[in-house]
């Protein structure tokens, strides 16, 4: 089955630091990439998809992402790190269905 | 605006007693899931419908079910509620390819 995993529990970065979440896949075929951001007692909201095309994907909120076939990664990136970029991050794989990684605490100090 | 609504927002339910949670969408999308998300572990994926075909995972518990009367709506159905089905439930609705939109989640506190 196809999967997705997120290797850190937790990540913490300064206010106007890049940033990365990391997210690598186990897929058969070609994948479908997604990362979602979750804030306390919500939804999660989509950010951005990777489907085809170009390797390097841009979302909301000034996030992208990098679809690296090699190394079977699709690392969540930002050039500058705000505190409100603080929640829960979700990296996920289209199966046909939605499947999740653990998640990862993203946590912006100022 | 488009979305996908769930209600109630907060549910409080007896133990044992039958609770209904529901989820609209106005996006016309043929795929609706529900998931399970307990303290901010991954959302686990309990049932989808693409369009009437309803799927539900292996580990899913017998004591949750669902139905899809109609495009827009979805239910979850949880016969007999235990200290253990606290949880945030969300739904979330998608095409056939493509990124999933979810509702704010209803949740369940069982007393």
């Known amino acids: 089955a196809q999967s997705v995993a997120q290797p850190e529990d937790q990540v913490n970065v300064a206010e106007g630091n890049p940033l990365t979440v990391k997210c690598t896949y186990s897929v058969s075929g070609n994948p479908y990439l997604f990362w979602y951001v979750q804030y306390p007692n919500r939804g999660l909201q989509f950010l951005l998809k990777?489907?085809?095309?170009?390797?390097l994907v841009k979302g909301s909120y000034g996030f992208e992402a990098e679809f690296n076939k090699s190394q079977t990664s699709f690392h969540l990136k930002k050039p500058s790190a705000l505190v409100s970029d603080s929640a829960l991050y979700f990296c996920?794989?289209?199966?046909?269905?939605?499947?999740f990684g653990a998640g990862t605490r993203l946590t912006v100090k100022p | 605006d488009a979305m996908v609504i769930q209600n109630p927002r907060y549910q409080v339910t007896q133990f044992g007693k039958p609770v209904t949670l529901s989820c609209s969408q106005t996006l016309n999308h043929n795929v609706m899931y529900w998931y399970q998300q307990k303290s901010s572990q991954a959302p686990k994926l309990l049932f989808h419908y693409y369009d009437k075909d309803f799927n539900n995972e292996a580990d899913t518990p017998d004591n949750f079910q669902s139905r899809r009367p109609n495009t827009s709506f979805c239910f979850l159905d949880i016969r007999s509620p235990g200290l253990g089905d606290a949880a945030m439930y969300l739904c979330?609705?998608?095409?056939?390819?493509?990124?999933?939109?979810f509702g704010q989640g209803t949740r369940l506190t069982v007393v």
């Open positions: 990777y489907i085809t095309g170009d390797n």
């Open positions: 996920a794989v289209r199966d046909p269905d939605m499947r």
């Open positions: 979330a609705t998608s095409r056939a390819t493509g990124e999933a939109f």
